[in-house]
């Protein structure tokens, strides 16, 4: 049985990821959603992103819980990051530290070699590799975690398609904050189940 593709993403109500400026002051991520995370994250088998997001990552994540003032989820992240595999996709990476093996191209055969793989299921994060995944019709599971904020204007998450994708719900969770968490799967065959 292949590992299946889980996006990942948090969103304001009205579709953005980030707000004017890459601002994502916005997220009400506490020690309860935090602590969420951890606990969903910590049962993957691998982190796949774009060289942007695992770049971002790689700058803080890998020294984070050595803050005196980190938190417990923080710290408790911080670990669960530097021993996860990672993926990252990259046509001009070279190679990348922190367990990463780098892929060049994405390719219903180069996920199906990813989802081949032993271990647990596949967390995606990052825009634009999220928009190629989505584009060929590779993603498994959605996890949406709505933030209550309507922004007005940023980066939209989901990119216009002339093809609808039908989702069947899986589960839904309200957080104390109001992030509330809408997990959805695909409505029909993958085209990675071949």
Request: hydrophobic share 40%.
């Amino acid at each position: 049985m292949r590992r299946r593709i889980v996006l990942f993403v948090s969103l304001s109500v009205d579709g953005y990821f980030e707000g004017p400026g890459h601002d994502l002051g916005w997220n009400l991520v506490d020690d309860e959603v935090h602590a969420h995370f951890n606990h969903v994250l910590a049962r993957m088998g691998g982190f796949v992103s774009g060289r942007v997001t695992h770049e971002l990552m790689a700058s803080y994540w890998p020294t984070a819980d050595q803050d005196p003032a980190a938190d417990g989820p923080t710290v408790e992240f911080a670990g669960i990051w530097r021993a996860m595999p990672k993926t990252v996709f990259s046509r001009t990476l070279d190679r990348a530290d922190w367990n990463t093996t780098v892929v060049r191209e994405v390719t219903p055969e180069s996920v199906a070699a990813l989802t081949a793989g032993p271990g647990g299921d596949l967390t995606l994060s990052g825009a634009n590799l999220a928009a190629s995944f989505l584009a060929q019709d590779l993603v498994d599971e959605f996890r949406l975690y709505v933030h209550p904020v309507v922004l007005g204007r940023g980066a939209l998450f989901f990119r216009p398609s002339d093809r609808p994708l039908p989702l069947a719900p899986k589960d839904t969770h309200r957080f104390a904050n109001g992030v509330t968490l809408l997990h959805y799967e695909r409505g029909g065959p993958s085209p990675l189940d071949g």
